[in-house]
């Protein structure tokens, strides 16, 4: 652990070249970006009295200066994973050191626990050192079971001055102008100005104009244009820089920084899935970072464009990227390494284990895409994918391409999703208003200019197709995309973000769910299917990179991802059945068509309806339900093992409707089936001859027969009194195994008493109610002792 300037990332390679256990093998030092990586080269290169490419080397992925007498090789993070899964063992290295660690990018964890895997499975003799400037480095020592080592390093004394809180982030430009310009009028020596992102400099250097001299340093330059901000200046000037300036990068002269206090990280977007650069306030380690590039070369001063208060509320150190970033191309990486090293993730040693949802999200898009197995194994495809060092979108859609001019289109495409999109739209002007979200405009700028392009961006994205062609193996092809195959290969590569119009111009379904728009002015609101690759999450979700695609022909690659399958329904109106042939893909319906039903089908849709509301869907007619409380109280008195026909135990399995199904395609026809006749088909003769025999549906008595209710919990026998006269005692079920009461009722057929023993009613509480019947109904017969009584006789039909 070493503070800034202390000469950690150019003396310790430079010092460990003759060391005896290192045995003329290489050293590989790791830095976060690319214009650190040849900013360290070149500085180690000068103090051996030589240019890069000699002792001292470096690979980036858009270029690179090393030879076979290359012994200290510089590389960015990405790059040293891509090597380690092509040569697992790192033949020739015999250390690596990792610079920056503090910064913990995705890389940065997925490279160091690769390398301590290696140490720790096949060579305890590599040497591994993590290098940082702030003290969150005494974290590694545990990861790395390795002692800490702390340098005092030489720093100048900094003046650090705070000013009033900026309302709000789009006021920054203007605060950063102002205080340049006070600091430039007051102070001497060169000024490092930090700033979230390109549009801020923009801004910044618009509102400066000539009064100083301005030099930008940011990522979407050129080589030459970063080199010159860089390198030492004959004359005083003011250096508008992003984050790439904050570690392992000297900018000769400065003297001042002016720190805005932001910076753009990539953040995952629970509600797209999708990870995009938010801005955000920088932590306090980060702070002391920037500060530390204002005493390098002398004493200096560094100003913060916010109050102290706001200082100590700062957080401490920023997120690791692991915890906040799409996991993706982790997951493939990881998923890699687990095939050439037999290590799993949850076994690699990696300081945070990445959020599970998250992991768990980037494996099924990876299914999606090919590149691994329902067991998480990488595929072929994902071994080639892995290979092109891309995210795994644009691999897919790399290795989607089979012919020459789909590989040039491929590359083309790649190179304008990796980069900035060219035609974007210009701080306070309309440029790039116009151009709309197709991204077929975007290919013909690899052919020719356009005025209303960025420069910057345009060669950065020509450089970037070439790098992707020479990947696969068409170093010399012409730049000549054609449009025609856009759609088709981003659908290879986004096949979640497929777009289906949705009714309302402009508005489309994902195939991954949700949805997403574009402008009603855009020439892409009239497609019916778009392959859309990139998005922009205000309010909505917007559409700002598509394709259309062709949805009666669609390429071999999306329909190997649909299914197509035969989907019933029952009409609301009519109960009628109607089958729909859909090919889907996610959540679209491709192709919609109606199609025959199958009696299969016919009868499969009926019992899920039926299932679903049995109260409803049969005729369930009182015989019936006296059917089925009848065969209750038989399992509770004397036969445990009849079927249970309550309409619970009916509902959770319907075999015994299935067979009456036969020839039915409509809920009516259900409805008329003989549910009576079916219930009692459940049991045989016996069962059912015991049943009415033992409990019969009728109570046949002296002069009449009377329905036996069973569906309570007692079974009752309602009538007349008189049709009670000339019955002794209280009629038996089941030779006496289920209870049987008789309701007595007025000759106006009101219940006037119920009674389980009749012979003790008739002793006891009958002379009330016969005293009570005889005043209301003087005219029909309330005899003493109707146990001897004749029933009166029923009167003839007319």
């Known amino acids: ?33 690319r214009v650190a990586v040849r900013g360290a080269a070149s500085r180690m290169a000068s103090t051996l009295g030589e240019r890069p490419g000699e002792t001292v080397g470096f690979r980036t992925r858009t270029d690179s200066a090393v030879s076979s007498r290359t012994r200290i090789e510089v590389v960015t993070e990405g790059l040293l994973v891509r090597r380690l899964l092509a040569d697992p063992t ?187 650069l938010e801005t955000l306030k920088i932590s306090r380690a980060t702070a002391t970072q920037r500060a530390g590039r204002a005493g390098r070369q002398s004493p200096g001063i560094a100003i913060r464009l916010w109050s102290e208060a706001t200082q100590r509320a700062l957080r401490p150190q920023d997120a690791p990227e692991i915890l906040v970033a799409d996991l993706t191309d982790f997951a493939l990486v990881t998923a890699a390494w687990q095939d050439v090293m037999g290590t799993s993730l949850d076994d690699l040693p990696l300081l945070d284990a990445p959020p599970a949802g998250v992991l768990k999200g980037g494996r099924e898009l990876l299914r999606d895409l090919g590149a691994i197995d329902a067991a998480g194994h990488i595929t072929p495809l994902g071994k080639r994918m892995a290979g092109l060092g891309t995210h795994p979108r644009l691999a ?86 054609m449009p025609a195959h856009a759609g088709p290969l981003l659908a290879a590569g986004f096949p979640d973000r497929v777009a289906q119009a949705a009714g309302e111009l402009g508005r489309f379904r994902l195939a991954g769910g949700g949805s997403a728009r574009v402008s009603a002015n855009d020439g892409l609101a009239r497609e019916k299917l778009l392959a859309a690759a990139a998005f922009h999450t205000r309010t909505s979700t917007e559409i700002t990179l598509a394709a259309p695609l062709d949805a009666e022909n669609l390429p071999q690659m999306l329909l190997d991802r649909t299914t197509e399958q035969v989907e019933t329904s029952l009409d609301g109106a009519s109960g009628r059945i109607i089958a729909r042939r859909r090919l889907r893909l996610g959540a679209l319906i491709l192709r919609d068509r109606n199609t025959e039903v199958t009696p299969e089908e016919a009868q499969a849709l009926l019992l899920q309806q039926i299932q679903s509301d049995l109260p409803r869907a049969l005729d369930w007619s009182d015989a019936t339900r006296q059917f089925q409380a009848r065969v209750a109280h038989a399992r509770t008195a004397y036969a445990p093992h009849l079927p249970d026909l309550s309409l619970e135990a009916l509902a959770q399995n319907l075999e015994w409707l299935e067979p009456y199904l036969a020839g039915c395609d409509r809920l009516t026809q259900v409805k008329a089936l003989d549910l009576l006749s079916i219930l009692r088909a459940q049991l045989d003769y016996a069962d059912l001859s015991a049943l009415d025999r033992k409990l019969p549906p009728r109570l046949t008595l002296k002069a009449s027969t009377h329905e036996i209710d069973y569906t309570g919990a007692i079974p009752t026998v309602s009538a007349r009194a008189q049709a009670f006269y000339g019955t002794a005692s209280t009629p038996v079920l089941a030779d006496g195994q289920v209870a049987l009461q008789c309701a007595l009722l007025s000759p106006a057929g009101r219940p006037q008493a119920i009674t389980a023993d009749l012979a003790g009613f008739w002793k006891g509480s009958w002379l009330d109610m016969r005293k009570d019947m005889r005043g209301r109904y003087p005219r029909h017969d309330w005899p003493e002792d109707p146990a001897t009584a004749e029933p009166p006789k029923p009167r003839p039909k007319r």
Request: proline share 8%.
């Open 1 to 33: 652990m070493a503070p800034p300037g202390a000469g950690k990332t150019t003396l310790t390679p430079l010092a460990l070249l003759d060391v005896p256990w290192l045995a003329g093998q290489k050293i590989i030092l790791v830095e976060p970006r």
């Open 396 to 481: 897919a859609m790399l290795c989607a391409a089979k012919t020459i001019p789909e590989r040039v289109t491929a590359a083309c495409l790649a190179a304008l999703l990796e980069e900035r999109d060219p035609l974007r739209p210009r701080p306070n002007t309309s440029a790039g208003a116009s151009a709309g979200a197709d991204i077929r405009t975007r290919l013909a700028l690899f052919e020719r200019d356009d005025p209303r392009a960025d420069r910057a961006s345009l060669f950065h994205m020509r450089q970037s197709a070439k790098r992707f062609l020479r990947r696969m193996g068409g170093k010399d092809l012409p730049l000549s995309p």
């Open 90 to 276: 790192l033949d020739g290295v015999g250390a690596v050191l990792f610079d920056e660690v503090h910064e913990r990018s995705l890389d940065l964890d997925a490279a160091l626990a690769f390398c301590l895997d290696l140490q720790r499975e096949l060579r305890p003799d590599l040497r591994i050192l993590a290098m940082s400037a702030t003290p969150d480095g005494r974290a590694f020592t545990t990861l790395m079971n390795a002692p800490l080592i702390e340098s005092e390093g030489r720093q100048y004394p900094i003046d650090v001055r705070h000013t009033r809180d900026i309302p709000h982030p789009r006021d920054l430009p203007e605060a950063c102008a102002r205080a340049i310009r006070q600091a430039w009028s007051e102070e001497d020596g060169d000024i490092l100005a930090f700033l979230p992102g390109v549009g801020e400099i923009r801004r910044t250097q618009a509102l400066l104009g000539e009064s100083v001299p301005v030099f930008p340093l940011h990522g979407e330059q050129t080589m030459e244009d970063q080199d010159r901000a860089i390198a030492p200046s004959v004359v005083r000037r003011v250096v508008l820089a992003t984050s790439i300036a904050e570690t392992s990068v000297t900018v000769s002269g400065v003297r001042i920084v002016v720190d805005g206090g932001l910076r753009r990280a990539p953040r995952l977007d629970p509600n797209t899935g999708l990870s995009r």
